[in-house]
């Protein structure tokens, strides 16, 4: 364990070695497709809302509202950024999903995210999804830390919290 110079950011390298801390990757995958599936619900709830109450209004207006479906996609995308960036860039280093299934996301030399790298992560897992949408899951498959291939752009690697690395930790 060494610190970054000038930065006072605490590196951890060995946390990051699978074959010396295993139990900081075991069953990272099936818990990380747990937590997507909460977090789009997060980010896809509050949009669904908008859209009823903007079809509500569109029928008290007598359809002038239904102006307004126009804003949903580029306000999905700014919620979307917000809500990962926010979250993952929290001392949590975790999204609401994430949390849930005790996992966190850390730089690649264990320090913890903050908002841009997290910004950043989410639109390259959105580019990385729309262009080779089965493919990103096959990257995970074949390297040891379980990295999806928006992980390796960002040069970020997710693992167990410390809670539950120490709970895996065979003695």
């Known amino acids: 364990m060494f610190e970054l110079p000038r930065s006072g950011v605490e590196v951890r390298s060995e946390a990051y070695d699978p074959a010396a801390n295993p139990e900081y990757f075991e069953g990272v995958l099936s818990r990380r497709i747990v937590a997507f599936f909460v977090d789009v619900c997060l980010i896809v709830g509050p ?29 999905f995308v700014v919620w979307a950024i917000v809500y990962v960036g926010a979250t993952l860039g ?46 990103v899951l096959l990257v995970a498959l074949v390297n040891r830390r379980h990295r999806l291939l928006h992980d390796f752009c960002t040069g970020t690697v997710m693992i167990n919290n410390d809670r539950r690395a120490a709970a895996l930790k065979r003695p």
């Open 47 to 75: 949009i669904a809302l908008l859209a009823v109450l903007i079809f509500i209004f569109g029928l008290v207006t007598l359809g002038f509202g239904w102006l307004l479906f126009w804003i949903l996609s580029p306000l």
């Open 90 to 135: 929290s001392p949590h280093s975790a999204t609401v999903g994430m949390r849930m299934v005790d996992l966190e996301l850390r730089t690649w030399y264990g320090g913890k995210m903050y908002f841009l790298l997290a910004a950043v992560h989410v639109i390259f897992f959105w580019i990385s999804v729309s262009f080779l949408s089965p493919l």
